[in-house]
């Protein structure tokens, strides 16, 4: 079943180095089915929904070790096993002195226009990945970006674009 998300919805969780949640707000526990008990200091994982190709978590994780925030569309699953789509903002938290602090990530409802875009690349991208490994499904989302003239280095600009 799939749990909605409103246009005034704003999900927030924060995460060590590992990906562990060390925060979440009540939205995030709500859509996600899970108490704040048992979200904190439990992987960012545990909403990993399998129809989430790979290489989106890959991309997500390469640019945060470089320092670089991601905007990716992400299938979230909760605990009862429903789903929910969000544009999710990944990025670095620095404390004052230009050490780590948190990953945070803020997310927003996903459009029906990026839902017709989406959902049909990331079945493509799975089924490549099943076949070829992540190196396949990158094929893939690399010939979609560049159908409309985008690339990896504009895929958050692209993401935006398409939520709006
Ligand atoms: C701040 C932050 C938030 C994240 N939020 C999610 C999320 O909402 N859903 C998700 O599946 N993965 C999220 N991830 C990515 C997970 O850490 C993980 O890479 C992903 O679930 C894939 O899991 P796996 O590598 O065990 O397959 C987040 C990572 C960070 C750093």
Redesign the pocket.
Known sequence: MEHEVTKVDI?V???NEA?D?TYANPIFWKLSGYSQGELLDN???????PD?P?IV??F??DN?KAGSDVFAF????SKDGGFYW?L?H?RVAKNPDGSFR????T?RMMTEGARKTIEPLYIKMLEAEKEGGMSASLKVLEDSLSESGASLATFNETMKKLNS
Do not use: D, E, Q, T
């Open positions: 999900i969780s924060k995460s990906g949640i992987p960012h994982s545990i909403l990993r929904h989430m790979k978590f890959k997500l994780w945060l992400v299938k979230n699953r969000v999710a990944v948190n990953y945070v990530s997310r």
